[in-house]
């Protein structure tokens, strides 16, 4: 069954609105979870490595204050799309490792913003 | 050079066809590899680790080449149900944070 659960599958807001995605880490905790982006006939790019605890570690480019991440716990994270804006339509997708180093992904969120 | 390169696709093979996908990586000092599928619209799902001696595992056989720097994955006796997308992820160390995902090789199997 699934490891890594993600809320909302998709979502759909005015632009200038602030969005949520809840990813869940279901059968361990996870100290580290990812945050990814994938345009549509693109690959995943990894925006931002979600710490337990602490502040997030963005990747070059990604906007801390337009993505706000939090890791209050050792099973959710979550990223706060603000002020988005229709070229912040994508899928967003969540992540977290598993024993062997492999990464286990959520359902993904596909926002839309109108 | 991109980091992780993967044929360009799309294969469009019948039924029961053998499929071979490679990816090439830049970095020698590359520690994990992976195959990831990915259906359309959703996220991408574990296909196989990859490790040095090679595995398999049903269908499905992965290699690994450090000398040349490149991965592979082997379908035989494909089926519809494996038309998807095929990811290639390498990582620079077991840290996922510096794990880099290929562009994807679409499959689609025709019956």
């Known amino acids: 069954g699934a490891v890594v659960s993600q809320h909302p599958s998709w979502v759909i807001c005015k632009s200038g609105t602030s969005v949520k995605i809840e990813c869940r880490s279901l059968?361990?905790?996870?100290?580290?979870m990812f945050w990814y982006r994938q345009f549509p006939k693109q690959s995943l790019m990894l925006m931002a490595t979600s710490n337990e605890g602490s502040k997030a570690t963005y990747e070059q480019g990604v906007e801390k204050d337009k993505f706000l991440i939090n890791h209050a716990s050792l099973t959710l994270s979550t990223l706060t799309v603000t002020s988005a804006h229709p070229e912040d339509s994508s899928f967003y997708i969540c992540?977290?490792?598993?024993?062997?180093?492999?990464?286990?992904f959520g359902e993904g969120s596909r926002l839309t913003v109108l | 050079r991109k980091e992780v390169e993967q044929d360009p696709g799309p294969f469009n093979v019948p039924e029961g066809a053998t499929v071979a996908f490679n990816c090439t990586y830049s970095?020698?000092?590359?520690?994990?590899f992976f195959w990831y599928r990915q259906d359309c619209r959703k996220e991408p799902k574990l296909l196989m680790s990859v490790y040095s001696s090679g595995n398999e595992d049903g269908r499905f056989t992965a290699q690994l080449n450090r000398a040349s720097q490149y991965i592979s994955l082997l379908i035989r006796d494909s089926k519809l149900s494996d038309s998807a997308t095929y990811l290639c992820v390498v990582g620079l160390d077991n840290y996922g944070q510096n794990f880099v995902f290929g562009p994807g090789t679409r499959l689609s199997v025709l019956p």
């Open positions: 970095n020698s000092a590359s520690q994990s």
């Open positions: 992540s977290r490792q598993g024993a062997y180093g492999e990464l286990f």
């Open positions: 059968d361990f905790q996870a100290t580290t």
